[in-house]
DNA sequence: GTTAGGG
DNA sequence: CCCTAAC
């Protein structure tokens, strides 16, 4: 295909370096808008270009789809009412992978880790050399007026709260946020610039929203969000599907319950990619915990519905309290004690809560280290710190390794028994507990690899233990090894 | 970092 | 749509 097109005659070197015609070497610069145009190839520069031949074809299509649906417009709808938005606001954050990227890795080849988080649109970029000088920049819109006097004042007062606080002395700021809070139907005079612009939902978002819950289940808003084939508003946030299903959908479901099977003549024609990254999809991600919501089927979602979160009881705190100063920070303990009443709280439960609750006792352990005695404040914060950051990256990596097929090296976590974001062991283990266990030492590799429970041992089911067919043919995904190699792995105080 | 529920 | 606690 190459060597046939028309760059062929351009290259000098192709004549003394023929190309065998299965090969395909993939051109280091922006091919030629001509190739660009006559080429049924997708552009070597683009995301997902670099594929094994099987997958290339349906990312072809699934691209083809998500770009024929992208410029689609909603039925009924004069227009996208993103096309009608002067300034599009950026995405508020930069979203991780896509869950069908990240498998579409372990797939394809090991993509490096992007920063992601870099892409969110500087404030102050560099203007442009091409700009003239007298020209404001083109994010000038996106500055806030130059006022000296005035430091930082936001919200301009309308009409109607100007002639409130007309002869008020000058408010603070506090009674001038709630007082400028919520002011409908004022028109556009004023720029709430704490509120962003309302996104009026069009039917088809309302419509790939109900089959986005049909596929991934309630509660899944950001896969749905991101669902190849689905093309919600630019600036869509998985809140947004979560407070229109709740407000629209569920509500008027109550009413007059919906046909969700096949409702709308509109098709969206879940090719074969899609099916395939589904069911890699359902087939890889853990069930949700028990307290969380039930399982990831949309009828037991249904069902359970009306689950709540667990708010946390006064009497629910104080035997938390009680257990602290019984256990320390083995939260397991204090969730498992039958005295404290707390069997249905989960241990990093546990912990959040008492986080959030004490935080002044959280990483305050005050009583002497069983082998460091007692230590400094800093030393100990410190120490947890490090021990934390360690517990997190590493739990991110394994997590990405899991998708990328690391599953069954060992290095994947069950994530369904830890809802939490920590590893459960905080401090080392305390004197205090149980004889008849004896614990773990916090600081083993297995220990880092998230594995261990706050009472040290890997207390898995046999069942549970990694076993697929997928990880028997996979080993480590390079970046994993990288990791290992650059980080330590031992903490070797 | 995501989600649920109240506002 | 925002806020915040829970996860």
Not at 352 to 368: C, I, M, N, Q, W
Request: charged share 30%; proline share 10%; glycine share 6%.
């Amino acid at each position: 295909m190459l060597n046939a097109g028309p760059m062929a005659m351009l290259d000098p070197f192709l004549d003394d370096f023929p190309l065998h015609p299965t090969v395909r070497i993939p051109p280091l610069l922006d091919p030629s808008p001509d190739f660009a145009a006559k080429s049924a190839l997708p552009s070597p520069l683009e995301p997902n270009a670099c594929l094994n031949a099987d997958l290339d074809i349906e990312t072809a299509k699934l691209t083809g789809r998500r770009k024929a649906l992208a410029e689609a417009k909603p039925i009924g709808e004069p227009a996208k009412s993103s096309e009608l938005r002067p300034i599009q606001r950026g995405p508020r954050k930069r979203q991780k992978l896509q869950d069908y990227e990240r498998i579409a890795d372990f797939v394809q080849l090991p993509e490096p880790r992007t920063t992601t988080k870099n892409e969110k649109p500087r404030p102050f970029q560099p203007v442009s050399v091409l700009n003239e000088l007298h020209e404001p920049p083109p994010s000038a819109a996106l500055f806030p007026p130059i006022t000296p006097n005035e430091p930082t004042q936001k919200h301009s007062h309308s009409l109607s709260s100007l002639s409130l606080i007309d002869s008020a002395p000058v408010e603070n700021d506090a009674s001038l946020a709630s007082n400028s809070s919520r002011q409908k139907g004022d028109g556009q005079s004023q720029k709430r610039t704490s509120q962003r612009p309302r996104m009026k939902w069009t039917t088809l978002e309302t419509e790939q929203l109900q089959k986005g819950v049909e596929i991934y289940g309630i509660g899944k808003w950001k896969k749905i969000l991101n669902h190849p084939g689905f093309s919600f508003q630019h600036g869509r946030t998985p809140v947004d599907l979560k407070d229109h299903h709740r407000t629209r959908i569920k509500s008027q479901a109550s009413r007059k319950p919906l046909d969700l099977g096949r409702s709308r003549a509109v098709d969206f024609g879940f090719n074969t990619a899609d099916s395939f990254w589904n069911s890699v999809i359902n087939a890889k991600s853990s069930p949700p915990s028990e307290s969380q919501m039930g399982t990831s089927h949309p009828e037991s979602v249904m069902a359970a519905g009306n689950n709540r979160k667990g708010t946390w009881t006064d009497i629910e705190d104080e035997n938390l309290e009680k257990g602290y100063k019984k256990y320390g920070f083995s939260w397991t303990r204090i969730a498992k004690d039958p005295e404290l009443d707390l069997a249905h709280r989960t241990g990093p439960q546990v912990r959040d809560r008492f986080r959030t609750k004490f935080p002044a006792l959280y990483g305050e352990d005050t009583r002497p280290h069983p082998r460091h005695g007692r230590e400094s404040r800093e030393k100990k914060d410190s120490r947890a710190q490090q021990r934390r950051n360690a517990s997190r990256s590493m739990e991110a990596t394994t997590r990405e390794g899991a998708l990328n097929g690391a599953k069954g090296t060992g290095l994947d976590r069950d994530s369904s028994r830890d809802n939490g974001s920590e590893s459960d062991i905080t401090v080392e283990p305390i004197a205090v507990i149980s004889p008849n266990r004896p614990s773990a030492p916090a600081s083993s590799a297995y220990n880092l690899l998230g594995l261990l429970n706050s009472d040290g041992e890997d207390d898995r089911p046999s069942a549970e233990l990694p076993l697929d067919t997928w990880d028997t043919q996979v080993t480590l995904p390079p970046l994993l090894w990288e990791e290992m190699a650059t980080r330590p792995m031992f903490d070797l105080e």
